[in-house]
């Protein structure tokens, strides 16, 4: 690539209030000396190319790219396999092949924490030093974050695992979102007067088992488009005797469309309560319809996010 850059590292994973602060930052910093700004990120995650289990994915490849681009509009994302002949690359190959050959690096961003290199020997005194050699300056990312501490991609897997939707959107700066493509199931939903669009694989981290009020997007040709409000149940759903298969569905409110094999985006905006068994249908019929009306005044002021160009963000 030609001309010199402003080459920001990281998986970013959530695209989280701390990540685009250092966004924000690396494109006033690229302004201010006339650079470019390079974001450079990986996929997959390099724990499965490391033979380790990688951590609950808070956000797909694509949902990123929209997400960091949305956030650093000048930027140019390059995206890296992480395979095995990248992780063998040596601290001083990485350096000078990717960062500077290939990036034009003039400034490097990295977390203080950033490992590189083959066995992840190389860490910021060694970009430091090897930056002097080869023409870079290396520049630890600012950490900003509250009083528990910094924004990071790992608090908020804990708040998504423990169905903490509202703690989650506080550091995302925005609702966790799981997505995938609406299935046939057993239609016991529309049995019930309140049919769901069951989502099948499911990429993201998904929360506790409970019901949450939600916002879903419907997404046609790679464009997403807010569907509605709704409510959403993730379980194995105990009073109708479904104890294998846990499912995620979703009922969206005042929607009366074919939505087979649509993919749609929940936003999970607020958890209502957890699962439960309900005596017989009638009772889960009655919670179901009061989990309506929560969901609705829990959504009552959610519009749109015109950042997202017509989704709810």
Same mark, same amino acid.
């Given at each position: 690539m030609s001309g010199g850059a402003v080459v920001i590292i990281g998986y970013f994973d959530g695209v989280h209030r701390g990540h685009r602060a250092v966004l924000v930052a690396g494109a006033r910093l690229a302004e201010e000396r006339g650079l470019a700004v390079r974001l450079l990120t990986f996929d997959p995650h390099p724990s499965v190319t490391l033979g380790r289990v990688p951590p609950p994915t808070l956000t797909t490849l694509e949902r990123k790219r929209e997400l960091l681009l949305r956030a650093c509009p000048a930027a140019e994302l390059v995206v890296r396999s992480f395979?095995?002949?990248?992780?063998?690359?040596?601290p001083e190959a990485f350096a000078e092949r990717v960062l500077v050959h290939e990036l034009g690096a003039r400034v490097v961003m990295v977390g203080d924490d950033f490992r590189f290199?083959?066995?992840?020997?190389?860490?910021?005194?060694?970009?430091?030093?090897?930056?002097?050699?080869?023409?870079?300056?290396?520049?630890?990312?600012?950490? *900003?974050g509250d009083d528990e501490g910094?924004?990071?991609?790992?608090?908020?897997?804990?708040? *998504?695992?423990?169905?903490?939707?509202?703690?989650?959107?506080?550091?995302?700066?925005?609702p966790h979102l799981?997505?995938?493509?609406?299935?046939?199931?057993?239609?016991?939903?529309?049995?019930?007067?309140?049919?769901?669009?069951? =989502?099948?694989? *499911?990429?993201?981290?998904?929360?506790?088992?409970?019901?949450?009020?939600? =916002?879903?997007?419907?997404?046609d040709s790679g464009e997403a488009?807010?569907?509605?409000?709704?409510?959403?149940n993730l379980g194995m759903r105990p009073t109708i005797g479904d104890l294998d298969n846990p499912l995620l569905e979703a009922h969206v409110f005042d929607l009366?469309?074919? =939505?087979?094999?649509?993919?749609?985006?929940?936003?999970?905006?607020?958890?209502?309560?957890?699962?439960?068994?309900?005596?017989?249908?009638?009772?889960?019929?009655?919670?179901?319809?009061?989990?309506?009306?929560?969901?609705?005044?829990? =959504?009552?002021?959610?519009?749109?996010?015109?950042?997202?160009?017509?989704?709810?963000?």
């Open positions: 395979d095995r002949a990248f992780a063998a690359l040596a290199g083959r066995g992840r020997t190389g860490g910021m005194a060694e970009l430091v030093a090897l930056g002097e050699r080869l023409g870079f300056a290396t520049i630890g990312a600012p950490l *900003v910094p924004w990071s991609s790992t608090r908020i897997r804990m708040h *998504v695992q423990r169905g903490e939707v509202e703690a989650a959107a506080r550091l995302l700066g925005r799981v997505s995938g493509v609406v299935s046939h199931g057993q239609r016991r939903g529309r049995t019930l007067g309140f049919p769901t669009c069951n =989502l099948a694989s *499911v990429p993201e981290a998904l929360p506790a088992n409970g019901v949450y009020a939600v =916002l879903v997007d419907r997404v488009r807010a569907l509605g409000r709704g409510v959403c009366d469309q074919e =939505l087979y094999g649509a993919h749609l985006r929940v936003h999970l905006v607020a958890r209502l309560r957890g699962e439960r068994r309900f005596a017989g249908l009638d009772e889960l019929r009655r919670q179901i319809a009061q989990d309506c009306e929560d969901a609705l005044a829990s =959504l009552a002021e959610a519009q749109p996010d015109p950042a997202a160009r017509g989704a709810w963000s």
